[in-house]
């Protein structure tokens, strides 16, 4: 393995898990997501999830007040309360989560017990589970992870023989890649998560399971204990990653790779023209990836083999090194890969090596910019359609186009006094 492993601690600048209500909530529209935290909770959810507060909205936070902080009120009959008036008034929901939060775990507030209980009380009309989404225990996409593995004990059982897809795509993305697999033999594909939180896929011996995402290690160790096969596989981001991808799986079905030549060759040698105009960009740029969602590895390997970027330093706030073999192997030899974070120091290497891209997330974005280096805001590739092998153009577009743009600004934050501009 030729990266360049390394770890570092110290002060984060990362999302905690609870940001990733804001995508899982759109995927199942009949789920609710009670945070059972603090009002630092609720304005971070609402930050995040911008102008979504005022439609209806399939989430909310359950504030701890100082009274259940202090242990003056019994928590666990507050949270009752609150769960059944929401249930009352919001009769469509059919799934809720509690997620556990800083505060909830540190007065060590059992929400597995309430869900539990919840659960005898209201007879299966609604599914209560329940996971962390924390800052102490999980960063951004972890909540995903924690989400699906609370989903664990109520998929079914089959065994059926099927490919089932684990990890939130965009909706397209997903019909797209579910008729390319059937067009290639796979008959059933299911997802986890499905569209409704009800409609919950069975697993067993007889599954096989790709992960979209890089960030699922929790849910893909739940599949595997219910017995189905997780392949190993890069990650569907550009489309050799995605091209591999899916050969993975063809393979596990013994499908004849001629006949998946035949319906992928085409799609790659589109993917290979819309990504042409975004290499002349990007080709030769150096880029730093500062960790936030563990997608950065994935991102890198396409950045550095398709775009043709060079890459000063990959960060990531986990690395599961079996999840993400195929991937490491992928990098070049020597690559940089900083588990964790120190971000004076992070910063302080992002300014000695002056990278022409740099990607953070929104917190550092401006200050960074405002010293001249240019960023691209990684949160936006978690909400962008950004998988499969049609999707490399756009994927490679997002971060052509923060450097397009410098482009177009640099003559104005630098205007040379050799060509004053001449007012009339
Ligand atoms: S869960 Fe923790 S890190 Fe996240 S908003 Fe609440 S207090 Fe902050």
Same mark, same amino acid.
């Given at each position: 393995m030729g990266a360049n492993l390394q770890k570092e601690s110290g002060p984060?600048?990362?999302?905690?898990?609870?940001?990733?209500? /804001?995508?899982?909530?759109?995927?199942?529209?009949?789920?609710?997501f009670l945070v059972v935290g603090s009002r630092t909770c609720a304005h971070l959810i609402q930050s995040a999830a911008g102008v979504m507060i005022f439609a209806e909205p399939r989430f909310g936070t359950a504030i701890l007040s100082e009274r259940d902080l202090a242990g003056l009120a019994d928590a666990h009959d507050e949270l009752d309360r609150v769960a059944k008036e929401l249930l009352q008034r919001r009769p469509e929901i059919r799934t809720l989560f509690l997620v556990g939060s800083c505060p909830s775990e540190v007065?060590?507030?059992?929400?597995?017990?309430?869900?539990?209980?919840?659960?005898?009380?209201?007879?299966?009309? /609604?599914?209560v589970v329940n996971?962390? !989404?924390?800052?102490?225990?999980?960063?951004?996409?972890?909540?995903?992870?924690?989400?699906?593995?609370?989903? !664990? *004990? @109520?998929?079914?059982?089959?065994?059926?023989?099927?490919?089932?897809?684990?990890?939130?795509?965009?909706?397209?993305?997903?019909?797209r890649l579910i008729h390319l697999f059937t067009r290639l033999g796979i008959q059933t594909v299911r997802s986890l998560p499905p569209r409704q939180s009800t409609e919950l896929p069975p697993v067993g011996p007889g599954t096989t399971v790709l992960l979209t995402q890089p960030f699922l290690s929790n849910t893909a160790r739940m599949l595997r204990d219910r017995g189905a096969r997780v392949l190993s596989a890069p990650f569907p981001l550009g489309a050799e990653g995605s091209r591999r991808w899916m050969e993975t799986a063809c393979r596990d079905f013994n499908l *004849?790779?001629?006949? #998946?030549?035949?319906?992928?060759? *085409?799609?790659?040698?589109?993917?290979?023209?819309?990504?042409?105009?975004?290499?002349?960009? @990007?080709? !030769?740029?150096?880029? /730093?990836?500062? *960790?936030?969602?563990?997608?950065?590895?994935?991102?890198?390997?396409?950045?550095?083999?398709?775009?043709?970027?060079? @890459?000063?330093? #990959?960060?990531?706030p986990y690395l599961n090194r079996e999840l993400m073999a195929e991937e490491l192997a992928l990098l070049p030899e020597g690559t940089t890969v900083m588990e964790g974070q120190h971000v004076d120091r992070q910063l302080d290497r992002v300014r000695d090596s002056h990278p022409d891209l740099v990607v953070c997330g929104m917190g550092l974005a401006n200050p960074l910019e405002a010293e001249g280096i240019t960023t691209k805001w990684s949160i936006e590739l978690v909400f962008s359609p950004i998988h499969g092998i049609d999707q490399a153009g756009d994927l490679a577009e997002l971060f052509s186009r923060p450097l397009r743009r410098r482009q177009r600004i640099e003559p104005a934050l630098h205007p040379t006094t050799l060509h004053p501009t001449v007012h009339a």
């Open positions: 984060r600048e990362v999302f905690c898990g609870l940001t990733s209500i /804001v995508w899982l909530h759109r995927r199942m529209p009949d789920a609710f007065i060590k507030l059992d929400l597995a017990r309430a869900a539990e209980r919840l659960n005898d009380e209201l007879h299966g009309r /609604v599914r996971y962390s !989404g924390s800052g102490i225990e999980t960063t951004f996409t972890d909540g995903e992870d924690g989400a699906l593995t609370a989903l !664990g *004990p @109520l998929l079914p059982s089959t065994d059926e023989r099927q490919l089932l897809l684990v990890g939130t795509l965009a909706d397209a993305v997903e019909d *004849p790779a001629d006949r #998946v030549a035949e319906v992928l060759d *085409p799609l790659e040698r589109r993917a290979h023209q819309a990504l042409a105009p975004h290499r002349q960009i @990007l080709q !030769g740029k150096r880029i /730093v990836l500062l *960790p936030e969602s563990q997608l950065e590895l994935s991102l890198a390997r396409f950045l550095q083999r398709e775009c043709g970027m060079e @890459l000063v330093e #990959v960060g990531t």
